[in-house]
C-alpha cells in the first residue's frame, strides 16, 4: 500500500475513532452522568461542578478549561497527538451541546453508575486507543505513562480522585462515592478497551530441572519454552531458567507441572497485557490486535 493512502486510512481511522469515542462520552453525560448529578474526571468534570452550580454550559466550559492543559502540553507529547486531542476536545464539546436534550427513563442509581461509567469508558478508551483524547486528564495522564510508565488508566483514576474529594463538600458523602464508582467502571473498561482483555502471564521459572521441566509444558500446555543460563548472587551457583508466555487458565496446569517436575523451583508469575511477536493466540507484529 502506497505510503499516502496508508497515512489517509490512518488519518480516516483516527477522526472516526474521534467521533465514535466523542458520542459515546456525550451520551453518557447527558443521559446519565448530568441527570444523576456525577461527576467525571479531569477538565469534564470541573465543566460539570460549574454546570451544577452556576448552570454554565458544560459544552463551552470543557472546551475553555482544556485550553492550559493544551499550552502546557504542546512540548510535551507528540504532535500527532496534540493535533488529534485538539480535534477530539472540539468534537466532544459540539456532541455534548447537540446530545444535551437526549434523556433515558429510568429510576435506579445503579444504572446510572453502571451505564454512564461503562459508556465514558468506552468513549475514551477508543480515542485514546486510536492515538487522540478529549482532553482533561486524559492529557495528564498520557505525560504520566510516556515519561514514568504509569499506566494511563491508572493515572487518570488518581487525577479524578481529586475530583471527587470536591465533590464531597458540594453533593456530600454519597454521592462522591457514587462518582467515584463511576470512574471506576470507566477507568478499567478504558483499560479493556487500549490493551484488550486477552492478558497473557509470563512466567519464569528457575529450576535444575530445565530439561524435564520444559518437555513437559510443552507436552501438556503445548507453549513455547525459552531455557535461559541464571547464576544466584548470593550463592554463585548456575541455574536454568525456563521463560514462557500463556494464557490465564494455564497458570493451574503450569503450577501442576512444577509440583510434580520440581517442587523446589523458584517461580514468578507476571501479568503481560501486551504480547507481540509469531505464535498461537498470541498477536502478530503488523497485524491486527
Same mark, same amino acid.
Given at each position: 500500500? *502506497?505510503? /499516502?493512502?496508508? %497515512?489517509?486510512?490512518?488519518?480516516?481511522?483516527?477522526?472516526?475513532?474521534? &467521533? /465514535? !469515542?466523542?458520542?459515546?462520552?456525550?451520551? +453518557?453525560?447527558? #443521559?446519565?452522568?448530568? *441527570?444523576?448529578?456525577?461527576?467525571?474526571?479531569?477538565?469534564? !468534570?470541573?465543566?460539570?461542578?460549574?454546570?451544577?452550580?452556576?448552570?454554565?454550559?458544560?459544552?463551552?466550559?470543557?472546551?475553555?478549561?482544556? #485550553?492550559?492543559?493544551? &499550552?502546557?502540553?504542546?512540548? &510535551? $507529547?507528540?504532535? @500527532?497527538?496534540?493535533?488529534?486531542?485538539?480535534?477530539?476536545?472540539?468534537?466532544?464539546?459540539?456532541? $455534548?451541546?447537540?446530545?444535551?436534550? &437526549?434523556?433515558?427513563?429510568? @429510576?435506579?442509581?445503579?444504572?446510572?453508575?453502571?451505564?454512564?461509567?461503562?459508556?465514558?469508558?468506552?468513549?475514551?478508551?477508543?480515542?485514546?486507543?486510536?492515538?487522540?483524547?478529549?482532553?482533561?486528564? @486524559?492529557?495528564?495522564? %498520557?505525560?504520566?505513562?510516556?515519561?514514568?510508565?504509569?499506566?494511563?488508566?491508572?493515572?487518570?483514576?488518581?487525577?479524578?480522585?481529586?475530583?471527587?474529594?470536591?465533590?464531597?463538600?458540594?453533593?456530600?458523602?454519597?454521592?462522591?462515592?457514587?462518582?467515584?464508582?463511576?470512574?471506576?467502571?470507566? +477507568?478499567?473498561? /478504558?483499560?479493556?478497551? #487500549?490493551?484488550?482483555?486477552?492478558?497473557?502471564?509470563?512466567?519464569?521459572? #528457575?529450576?535444575?530441572?530445565?530439561?524435564?521441566?520444559?518437555?513437559?509444558?510443552?507436552? %501438556?500446555?503445548?507453549?513455547?519454552?525459552?531455557?535461559?543460563?541464571?547464576?544466584?548472587?548470593?550463592?554463585?551457583?548456575?541455574?536454568?531458567?525456563?521463560?514462557?508466555?500463556?494464557?490465564?487458565?494455564?497458570?493451574?496446569?503450569?503450577?501442576?507441572?512444577?509440583?510434580?517436575?520440581?517442587?523446589?523451583?523458584?517461580?514468578?508469575?507476571?501479568?503481560?497485557?501486551? $504480547?507481540? !511477536?509469531?505464535?498461537?493466540?498470541?498477536?502478530?507484529?503488523?497485524? @491486527?490486535?
Amino acid at each position: 500500500m *502506497p505510503l /499516502t493512502a496508508q %497515512k489517509v486510512k490512518s488519518t480516516l481511522y483516527i477522526l472516526l475513532a474521534i &467521533l /465514535t !469515542g466523542s458520542f459515546l462520552c456525550a451520551l +453518557s453525560l447527558n #443521559i446519565f452522568y448530568i *441527570p444523576g448529578q456525577l461527576l467525571s474526571g479531569g477538565a469534564t !468534570g470541573v465543566a460539570l461542578l460549574l454546570h451544577y452550580q452556576f448552570g454554565w454550559s458544560t459544552a463551552l466550559m470543557v472546551f475553555l478549561i482544556n #485550553i492550559p492543559l493544551f &499550552l502546557l502540553s504542546w512540548k &510535551l $507529547v507528540s504532535r @500527532d497527538f496534540f493535533v488529534y486531542s485538539l480535534i477530539g476536545t472540539a468534537v466532544f464539546s459540539i456532541m $455534548v451541546e447537540l446530545t444535551k436534550d &437526549l434523556r433515558l427513563a429510568y @429510576d435506579s442509581r445503579l444504572t446510572t453508575v453502571a451505564l454512564g461509567g461503562l459508556l465514558n469508558g468506552l468513549g475514551i478508551g477508543v480515542a485514546f486507543r486510536a492515538g487522540a483524547s478529549f482532553g482533561g486528564s @486524559d492529557i495528564i495522564s %498520557k505525560i504520566l505513562h510516556k515519561y514514568f510508565s504509569f499506566n494511563m488508566a491508572a493515572a487518570g483514576l488518581v487525577v479524578n480522585i481529586v475530583i471527587v474529594f470536591f465533590s464531597i463538600s458540594i453533593f456530600g458523602l454519597d454521592q462522591a462515592v457514587l462518582t467515584l464508582a463511576a470512574m471506576f467502571i470507566s +477507568s478499567n473498561v /478504558t483499560s479493556y478497551v #487500549i490493551e484488550g482483555m486477552r492478558y497473557k502471564r509470563a512466567v519464569f521459572i #528457575i529450576t535444575k530441572k530445565d530439561t524435564d521441566m520444559a518437555a513437559a509444558i510443552l507436552a %501438556k500446555i503445548h507453549r513455547g519454552v525459552t531455557v535461559l543460563e541464571a547464576r544466584g548472587a548470593y550463592t554463585g551457583q548456575t541455574k536454568s531458567m525456563l521463560y514462557c508466555v500463556i494464557s490465564k487458565r494455564q497458570v493451574a496446569p503450569l503450577r501442576q507441572i512444577v509440583k510434580d517436575t520440581d517442587p523446589q523451583a523458584f517461580v514468578t508469575v507476571a501479568e503481560a497485557s501486551q $504480547v507481540y !511477536g509469531y505464535g498461537n493466540g498470541f498477536y502478530t507484529i503488523g497485524g @491486527d490486535e
